[in-house]
Nanobody
Framework: VQLQASGGGLVQAGGSLRLSCAAS????????MGWYRQAPGKERELLAA???????FYASSVKGRFTISRDNAENMVYLQMNSLKAEDTAVYYC??????????????WGQGTLVTVSS
């Protein structure tokens, strides 16, 4: 099982980027699929995720600016980021939490893609 994130880069404040995450391998009972980020000196933060199938979570810091979407047929998850701010600068990670059976869980992380927003 692998997660491959892409789409990061340098963008000016107010601009947009779209991150992509390709999931390969076989997953059993995905509970959560989404995006985290980690800024320098800060803890990793959950930004947006599909939780327990259809429920969507957004962190308050990105609500209204970021949109998560997915293509189940292609095993892809996306993060459309609009109105970017300097404080959005971070390494962004895609993430999958799998619960193959009661009491068991597996976590998978992509390699991270750097987003730098210049002010």
């Amino acid at each position: 099982v692998q997660l491959q994130a892409s789409g990061g880069g340098l963008v000016q404040a107010g601009g947009s980027l779209r991150l992509s995450c390709a999931a390969s391998g076989v997953f059993f009972s995905i509970d959560t699929m989404g995006w985290y980020r980690q800024a320098p000196g800060k803890e990793r933060e959950l930004l947006a995720a599909f939780v327990s199938g259809s429920r969507i979570f957004y962190a308050s810091s990105v609500k209204g600016r970021f949109t998560i979407s997915r293509d189940n047929a292609e095993n892809m998850v996306y993060l459309q980021m609009n109105s970017l701010k300097a404080e959005d600068t971070a390494v962004y990670y895609c993430y999958v939490l799998e619960r193959p059976e009661p009491g068991l869980q597996n976590e998978y992380w992509g390699q991270g893609t750097l987003v730098t927003v210049s002010s």
